[in-house]
């Protein structure tokens, strides 16, 4: 929207804006897009990354990231994509929980 206060608005709630350098560790990360998205460009997501990767750069910051190179806003463009895509967040929480749990023994 054009309004005076849209940058201020979007600031507050947006990740990439939010970004704080100053930590040492973030919790792990999986970003996913598809090149063919029609409603959010996959540059936002590229954008994301590269800055999560150049500002945690030797720090504890695990950033995962796919692109789909088919599908659409849903991130697939069929069943077989869909479900590789379910398939590879269960992996990322999988390895994620399991890992945590085994650093509090």
């Not at 054009?2 to 704080?20: A, C, E, V």
């Not at 959010?40 to 999560?52: C, N, Q, T, Y």
């Not at 994509?81 to 994620?96: H, K």
């Amino acid at each position: 929207p054009d309004t005076d206060d849209w940058d201020k608005f979007l600031h507050r709630y947006s990740p990439y804006h939010n970004i704080d350098e100053s930590q040492e560790s973030y919790p792990p990360i999986l970003v996913t897009t598809s090149t063919r998205d029609d409603r959010v460009h996959p540059a936002h997501a590229r954008k994301f990354v590269k800055k999560l990767w150049d500002l945690g750069e030797g720090k504890d910051w695990p950033v995962y990231y796919y692109e789909n190179i088919e599908g659409g806003h849903g991130g697939a463009a069929n069943a077989k994509q869909s479900s590789f895509m379910t398939s590879l967040a269960y992996d990322f929480m999988f390895d994620t929980l399991t890992k945590n749990a085994k650093s509090m023994d």
